[in-house]
């Protein structure tokens, strides 16, 4: 199932991610995030789009997902901080208006909206069911209850049907405000010297945990109900401080209880709990000790940003900077007065004009303002008298630094336009370009499981129509070749059974991490996918463990279980249900070809000598090519062991049936040029030893065969 969800990455986003990827759902996301972000989607996530709610790429993206479920978590969202009420329920009332409609727009099915049970604050009757009318006064509850009048409006089940979830207040996110009691009263007992609490006020609370597994419960429903009311448990504020105490320990701030009547909550008349099989997984003391955790890291990892500039500071240091450099124009124009370079050049008309070009037109005037100043100031000191040219002196320098000041405000207006427009189409271009490689992502994986003709149905009967062989140990051999081939992994072994024994034996591997798990295996009840062998259905590692194969599936004999295939896979892109489905049809089809080799050998009566199964000699010969062909490809490994024609004819049945009590019932009893050879599938050299010295004790004389 494809599963869009819409809310910012919290502890219970995550939570959420995590138990959905373990049901291996394709998780998308839309994080809220109103500023470009290039950075890789978060473990478990499909994919990832960092777009504002508001965006219009929204509709883009969920056209594009085309998810079976839109998970919106409204009230639950780390997002909306709510410090601005004003500014944050308009932004949170269009955020989900834009997502509810462009999700109906998008032909998306199902919607699961999280509100909140405090919908119901004020409301004075006994009891509150699906059906009691909503009454609250605050800023918060009042737009959550415009959200729901909302989407009962969109509902249209079997077009778009939308069920909403009723949370009590939900606490152990690091992210919250200031609404949650759990946090707030935490946060005061640890960081304050005083904390305030109602005495005897009474809320319904839940941990994030439980939160979440309630909503996985509610998604995995079939048929969804319209509203799910989640009771929570009721404490009062002492309860929570007194739990808070406990676990924040080594503090003792002042405590301000206020006496208040105690007024008990409405009971909740909800099934919810009874249909979907809730029970709370933490307790108080347990939810707020994982929440004092995650609040001592985020202290430890707190960096306070830089503050913005002050206004003041803003504008005092370059109006100092300007008097500075009046003050040093002024001494230059004193000491260099009487000079020819004094004569040629205006110094206070080369301030005024540098004020301007680097501060803009007001600072140019201030600067006018102090050269008038000046000017006038040299004209009484020396004694002169005010002229015309001393007139038009001043004029030329105000004239000159106002022009030059307009042209630098100008041009810099110009140029902040200019880069607020480059910074949109940047923008654009990186929400296009994020929808583009989002698009190409999903569009290469579904091309390469549904239309590329490499693992087209086609292909899969006719790779596997290469194991059409009447020997059912060359079946074995090419279905390693076939699987990897199919499944684009390198790492496969297959094991085989033996007899009646529940165990396993090594028959085939291509890589030496295929061998890892040991040449034999114990198929009983502790055995890691006994309940998969069982029910006949594919193994997955859920965990990802990585000594157990990735894949595993049973290939049957009957009701016999025959052999098992194994695979392993570091590419988490290959841990899906497609690969097991895959497998599971694979497994199938190599079944039908050991059944059908099976079949054939067993006709062959004259393939063994009259009354034993000891292959003649022609036949042997092909079983013994296959086995050196795949110790040539580096799947197996094998020894075979030669006894005298002669002993055997001496003994008899006698010899024959000692023989066959010190092999293994995998190995192979053949003729070769009048003696008698052991095939000793998956041994080696050293291992072949101690059969060796196992039949010397039993008194038979064999020897290593080439």
């Known amino acids: 199932m494809k599963v869009l969800i819409c809310g910012e990455y919290g502890i219970y986003c995550k939570e959420l991610i995590s138990r959905l990827k373990k049901e291996n759902h394709d998780i998308f996301v839309i994080t809220g995030s109103e500023k470009p972000r290039r950075e890789k989607p978060r473990s478990g996530v499909f994919q990832e789009y960092n777009f504002s709610y508001r965006s219009k790429n929204v509709c883009t993206v969920m056209k594009n997902i085309m998810a079976d479920i839109v998970i919106i978590l409204g009230a639950c969202d780390t997002k909306y901080t709510w410090r601005d009420t004003g500014q944050e329920s308009v932004r949170y009332l269009t955020g989900i208006t834009n997502l509810l409609m462009c999700a109906k727009e998008a032909g998306i099915p199902q919607a699961i909206y999280c509100s909140s049970l405090g919908v119901y604050e004020d409301v004075k009757c006994k009891e509150i069911d699906q059906e009691t009318a909503f009454d609250s006064h605050s800023v918060f509850l009042q737009t959550v209850i415009q959200t729901e009048f909302m989407c009962e409006e969109q509902n249209r089940p079997g077009e778009f049907q939308i069920s909403v979830i009723r949370y009590p207040e939900i606490y152990g996110d690091y992210k919250t405000h200031d609404y949650n009691i759990c946090s707030r009263i935490m946060e005061q007992f640890w960081s304050s010297p005083e904390v305030d609490i109602e005495t005897a006020r009474q809320h319904r609370v839940l941990y994030v945990k439980d939160a979440a597994d309630v909503l996985v419960r509610v998604l995995m429903q079939e048929e969804k109900e319209r509203c799910y009311l989640v009771p929570g448990t009721t404490y009062t504020e002492r309860n929570i401080l007194e739990a808070v105490r406990h676990v924040v320990k080594g503090r003792e701030p002042e405590v301000h209880e206020l006496d208040t009547a105690p007024e008990n909550l409405p009971q909740i008349r909800s099934s919810c709990a009874e249909n979907l099989g809730l029970y709370e997984k933490y307790s108080l003391e347990d939810g707020l ?11 430890e990892l707190d ?46 008309l080369l301030y005024v004009v540098a004020a301007a070009v680097v501060y803009g037109c007001a600072h140019s005037l201030f600067a006018s303002f102090l050269t008038l100043i000046a000017k006038i100031g040299e004209i009484f000191i020396v004694g002169q008298t005010f002229e015309y040219a001393a007139f038009t002196e001043m004029l030329q320098i105000l004239i000159i630094g106002v022009l030059v000041g307009y042209m630098h405000d100008k041009y810099k207006r110009r140029y902040g336009d200019l880069e607020d427009e480059k910074k949109y189409y940047q923008s654009e271009l990186i929400d296009m370009t994020r929808i583009y490689d989002g698009n190409r992502y999903i569009k290469e994986i579904y091309e390469k499981r549904l239309v590329n003709y490499e693992n087209s149905m ?17 079946v074995i051999f090419q279905s390693i070749d076939v699987v990897r081939e199919l499944l684009d992994m390198e790492d496969v072994a297959i094991y085989i059974a033996g007899g009646s024994s ?16 040991g ?45 098992i295939v194994m695979l392993w896979t570091r590419d988490l892109t290959k841990v899906s249900l497609y690969e097991a489905n895959m497998l599971a049809l694979i497994c199938r089809l190599i079944e039908s070809s050991m059944n059908h080799a099976t079949t054939y050998w067993n006709r062959l009566a004259d393939q063994y000598i009259e009354g034993t199964y000891i292959l003649r000699e022609k036949e042997f010969e092909k079983i013994w090519q296959i086995y050196e062909e795949g110790s040539r490809a580096k799947k197996l490994e094998y020894s075979m062991l030669r006894i005298s024609g002669q002993a055997v004819q001496d003994q008899s049945g006698f010899l024959y049936q000692k023989i066959c009590s010190l092999v293994r019932q995998t190995d192979i009893l053949g003729e070769k040029e009048g003696d008698l050879c052991i095939l000793l599938t998956n041994t080696n050299e050293k291992e072949a030893g101690y059969v060796v010295d196992r039949f010397h004790k039993a008194g038979i004389q064999v020897g290593n065969s080439g």
């Open 289 to 299: 000790t994982e929440l004092y955790k995650i609040c001592e890291k985020e202290k």
């Open 303 to 348: 960096v306070r940003e830089e503050t913005k500039k002050s206004v003041v500071r803003e504008k005092l240091i370059p109006l100092a900077e300007n008097a500075g450099l009046f003050l040093v124009v002024t001494l230059l124009h004193y000491l260099l007065k009487d000079t020819w370079f004094g004569s040629v050049l205006d110094f206070y």
């Open 458 to 474: 086609v292909k899969i009967y006719e790779t596997v129509s290469r194991l059409d062989f009447w020997e059912p140990q060359k």
């Open 502 to 517: 529940d165990y396993m034996r090594l028959a085939a591997a291509s890589t030496e991490k295929s061998r890892e798990l």
């Open 519 to 563: 040449k034999s295996l114990l198929a009983d009840e502790k055995f890691f996918m006994y309940q998969e062998l069982v029910e006949r259905t594919v193994y997955r590692n859920r965990e990802l463990e990585t000594n157990l194969p990735a894949y595993a599936c049973g290939i049957y004999e009957k009701e016999r279980l025959s052999a």
